[in-house]
């Protein structure tokens, strides 16, 4: 829209000089920009549902905190801190906190709202939210580590609680920081309060299973999907990017399903081994040295190189826009399963449809690390812990049957499993919303 006015009243010059708030503009991509297209691709299926469709471009809350911690040397550092709800038509805010050095708002915003849609498609009673705060944790102390954590969950202490809002770990976070998480809040509202966080070590209300979850549900959806495009699993090559908590254990169900890793690569660099990768001794160095460079039994490779390995299935499981226009073309993959929340730029899903490759998105394909989070918070509530057995067979009971109403979905309208998913998990959001109304 042009700034430029002429002779015009104060009423019109207001318009004029109106820009959309940058995360609202379609043309400011980012993590942000490829939601918003997303939802877009989505709006022509809601039908009635359309008349709200504006409430998923918006998130409704976002709390921006200042963390002020002491560093071990005696001076004061500053780290900006978020929260965001996007939508809890259907239930209390859930989603994880990241700690990362190119953490945003945009970022957590377009986080939170695939939280939303990504709760709806599995159909666990939650909205979408979550947090972060721009930092390096590799750069602090364990004692600053904690200090940083305990100011930012007392920051967004006024938002979170097991009724409203329940974090979870997410990039460079863990059980032992949502125990400082859970055991802040509990220390500011005067009561132990397991419920307002997940992913918690099993000692203190944690869940069996939950960590393993989001790399058993990565591995449970890609071999639905595997099956339905005749690829078998005993044997296929497939590479991993981002070999931590997701891409970790999903590349180790891989392998011990009969599969080759044949590439892996993080952030320290990347390694290759054309026969296949021994996974469990790569998992002990990546524990041992903190990156999968540096590997014995493979080859450096770099990253252009590993984008173009020769593989079936290509698990990007670290961060965001991994997959964009300038390397999927060079895809070999029959098939991208995103471990990560939001691994694939729009343009780069239009270049992988054409190339035939097929795209298990982010909000389903992750999304049975939010079940067992599900499911730690009922047994919180409950007081009642399942055995691992029973975690394993609900959670992989929910992942198959949401995989194949996206599945129907999709061959029903003729369209990505992505639109599928976002069809399925918006319509739910928006009939909530629907039958809430709006207040007042
Ligand atoms: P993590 O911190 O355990 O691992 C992150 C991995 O990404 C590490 O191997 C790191 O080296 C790698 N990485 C970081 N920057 C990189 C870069 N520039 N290039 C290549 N690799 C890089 O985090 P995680 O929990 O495994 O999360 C990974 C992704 O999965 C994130 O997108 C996260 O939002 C998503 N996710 C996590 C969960 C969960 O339960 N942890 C659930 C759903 C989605």
């Known amino acids: 829209m042009s700034t430029r006015t002429t002779k015009s009243s104060p009423a019109a010059a207001a318009v004029a000089t109106h820009r959309l708030p940058s995360y609202l503009d379609p043309n400011h991509l980012g993590p942000w920009g490829t939601y918003l297209q997303q939802v877009d691709r989505v709006a022509p299926y809601l039908g009635p549902l359309s008349r709200w469709v504006e409430t998923l471009k918006r998130p409704k809350r976002a709390l921006i905190v200042d963390v002020p911690i002491e560093l071990d040397n005696g001076t004061i550092a500053h780290f900006e801190g978020y929260r965001v709800q996007h939508n809890v038509s259907r239930g209390p805010g859930k989603g994880g906190v990241r700690f990362h050095q190119d953490v945003t708002l945009s970022e957590v915003m377009a986080l939170a709202a695939w939280m939303s849609v990504k709760n709806a498609a599995v159909n666990v009673p939650y909205g979408g939210a979550k947090g972060g705060i721009r930092v390096d944790p590799r750069n602090l102390t364990k004692g600053e580590l904690e200090r940083l954590t305990r100011r930012y969950t007392s920051e967004i202490g006024i938002i979170i609680g097991p009724n409203k809002d329940i974090p979870a770990p997410d990039v460079n976070t863990n059980e032992k920081v949502m125990a400082w998480m859970m055991d802040t809040y509990s220390m500011n509202t005067g009561a132990t309060a397991t419920g307002v966080v997940t992913g918690k070590p099993v000692d203190m209300g944690g869940s069996l299973g939950r960590r393993e979850a989001t790399g058993r549900g990565v591995f449970t959806v890609g071999s639905e999907a595997a099956r339905q495009i005749g690829l078998p699993i005993e044997g296929a090559r497939v590479a991993v990017q981002g070999f931590g908590n997701v891409g970790g254990i999903a590349g180790k169900l891989f392998a011990e399903a009969g599969a080759l890793v044949v590439a892996v690569q993080d952030h320290s660099g990347g390694v290759a081994n054309d026969k296949g990768l021994n996974v469990p001794k790569l998992l002990e160095h990546v524990a041992k040295t903190g990156g999968v460079a540096g590997f014995r039994g493979a080859e450096s490779i770099t990253s252009t190189e590993f984008w173009s390995c020769k593989c079936d ?54 999304a ?58 918006c319509t739910r959001i928006l009939t909530a919303r629907d039958l809430r109304g709006l207040y007042p």
């Open 368 to 425: 049975g690390g939010v079940t067992v989070s599900y499911f730690e918070w009922v047994q919180d509530f409950s007081s009642f812990f399942w055995s691992e057995d029973e975690i394993n067979q609900r959670l992989i009971k929910i992942m198959k049957d949401a995989f194949d109403g996206v599945w129907n979905t999709a061959q029903q309208h003729k369209v990505s499993l992505r639109t599928a998913t976002f069809i399925v998990a």
């Open 313 to 366: 299935i290509m698990i990007p499981a670290a961060l965001e826009g991994q997959i964009n226009k300038q390397n999927a073309s060079k895809i070999k993959a029959k098939m991208v399963i995103e471990g990560a929340n939001g691994p694939t730029t729009p343009e780069a899903d239009d270049i992988l449809q054409d190339k035939g490759v097929l795209v298990v998105p982010d909000v389903i394909a992750n």
